[in-house]
């Protein structure tokens, strides 16, 4: 099974810069494990140092938000995830 992860442009220093990647899994949280095995220095902008993903990305599934639970979202063979970053501040 293989599912496309759209990956945002200022994280593509951590993905030799690949803008597509290929992941395997049944969830969000399995590709996005899958892409932190694949790209280990992603793990740093999509996690915090608990393991919870960062309140700054918004994650979508075929152009769909994936919010609130997004690494419990199931997802099929040919999916796509897309990664963006929310602007965060004050």
């Known amino acids: 099974m293989s599912i496309l992860v759209n990956i945002h442009k200022s994280h593509r ?3 030799e810069g690949q803008t597509v990647a290929a992941v395997e ?5 399995d590709c996005l494990n899958d892409l932190v095995r694949q790209f280990p220095d992603i793990r740093r ?4 140092q608990s393991g919870e993903l960062v309140r700054n ?10 919010y609130p639970d997004e690494v419990r979202q199931p997802v ?6 897309h990664l963006n970053l929310l602007l965060m501040g004050g």
Request: glycine share 10%; aromatic share 10%; no cysteine.
């Open 13 to 15: 220093i951590f993905t």
């Open 25 to 29: 899994g049944r969830t969000v949280g």
């Open 45 to 48: 902008v999509l996690y915090t």
């Open 57 to 66: 990305i918004d994650i979508y599934v075929n152009q769909k938000s994936a």
């Open 76 to 81: 099929s063979d040919g999916d796509e995830i």
